[in-house]
């Protein structure tokens, strides 16, 4: 014998709808079939601030008494409930008698009732007012962030072109030769930062980033800006391959300060060339690699301000990302690498 054979007939319907509303933690109301409450179990009425002869026997429209909320409720049992055997998670705003709004997430089931023509209705009402008013609040909170950053990527664009045209206008003034290829190095530098933060401005805050596409876009601007001697193909392999965006900006600046340098000096004397830039996920870890079909050349050379000072960039920047750079020139061209190794692997080198 269980507990429940006491219920043998549908005229214990109500008893039964009882039993069970008292021992669910959330508000639950019993309706007949003129939508009286028959039954509040005690979750309704700690929830709701009632008591039990306040409640039972009245209208469940009673609850409110603001034309739109009842407008809603009637919505909810006279219109959607003879339609459907049954209503889940059904969203409603209520402002209830005593004037409190509530947002309700509505579970409602009908129950054969041997006594009564109608059945009776089962109501089971979550109040979701915090989570609702919470997840605003997160809402206005990123609204207020997005704006903020948006506010301090144009003041840091604003600040990358005057630093940009003063190099400029600095580098056309100085008489010493050394100092102006110092200055135009720096200038071009600070162009390649203004090509990642573009790429950058683009990009959700705090997304993923797609490599490629975002790569593809950042050598666009470069080839454009370059304005070369001669046809450059640039090429993008990246699969999808993504990254956070702050990886992202160190992997565009090294991209770009390889790319920049090979544009301006690989294909010296060539019609054409073709730069490759590859990004794969090797093994836990990545490889980033720049390579050309140029005569291969010196990173001092043709106008860097210093010897080197490009590549040591270029590793220095990798070293942020904990990988390390090979580079490889000859008379084919010139293959530079940044390579990062799974943790693993560095931890047994360490060792």
């Not at 939508?35 to 929830?47: D, E, K, L, Q, Y």
Request: charged fraction near 25%; include cysteine; aromatic fraction near 4%.
């Amino acid at each position: 014998m269980t507990c429940f054979d006491q219920f043998a007939s549908v005229d214990d319907a109500p008893a039964l709808a009882r039993t069970i509303a008292d021992t669910v933690r959330a508000p639950v109301l019993i309706l007949d079939g003129e939508r009286r409450i028959v039954s509040a179990n005690r979750a309704f009425h700690a929830g709701f601030e009632t008591q039990p002869e306040a409640v039972v026997g009245r209208s469940v429209y009673a609850l409110t008494r603001d034309p739109t909320s009842l407008a809603k409720l009637r919505f909810l049992l006279d219109v959607l409930l003879p339609q459907r055997s049954a209503i889940d998670a059904h969203e409603l705003e209520l402002e209830l008698a005593n004037g409190e709004r509530r947002t309700l997430l509505v579970d409602v089931r009908t129950l054969p009732d041997g006594r009564r023509a109608a059945p009776l209705i089962l109501l089971t009402l979550e109040d979701v007012t915090a989570l609702r008013a919470a997840a605003q609040a997160v809402r206005e909170l990123r609204r207020q962030n997005d704006m903020l950053m948006q506010e301090a990527r144009h003041g840091v664009a604003e600040a990358i072109d005057t630093v940009a045209t003063a190099l400029r206008l600095q580098a056309d003034t100085v008489l010493s030769e050394e100092a102006r290829l110092q200055l135009q190095a720096a200038h071009r530098r600070v162009l390649a930062i203004a090509a990642v933060h573009d790429q950058a401005e683009a990009v959700g805050h705090g997304e993923p980033v797609a490599v490629g596409p975002y790569l593809s876009r950042l050598c666009e601007g470069l080839a454009a800006a370059s304005g070369g001697h001669c046809r450059v193909a640039l090429a993008v392999a990246a699969g999808r391959a993504t990254v956070s965006a702050g990886e992202a900006d160190t992997i565009g600046l090294m991209v770009a300060e390889l790319v920049g340098n090979a544009l301006r000096h690989a294909f010296f004397g060539m019609p054409e060339g073709d730069i490759a830039i590859a990004y794969e996920v090797v093994d836990g870890g990545w490889r980033l690699s720049v390579s050309d079909n140029g005569a291969g050349h010196d990173p001092g050379a043709r106008g860097e301000a210093r010897p080197g000072i490009g590549l040591r960039l270029v590793e220095a920047l990798g070293r942020r990302l904990d990988a390390r750079m090979e580079a490889i020139s000859g008379p084919h061209g010139t293959a530079v690498s940044i390579i990062r190794r799974p943790c693993a692997s560095r931890w047994i080198e360490a060792a």
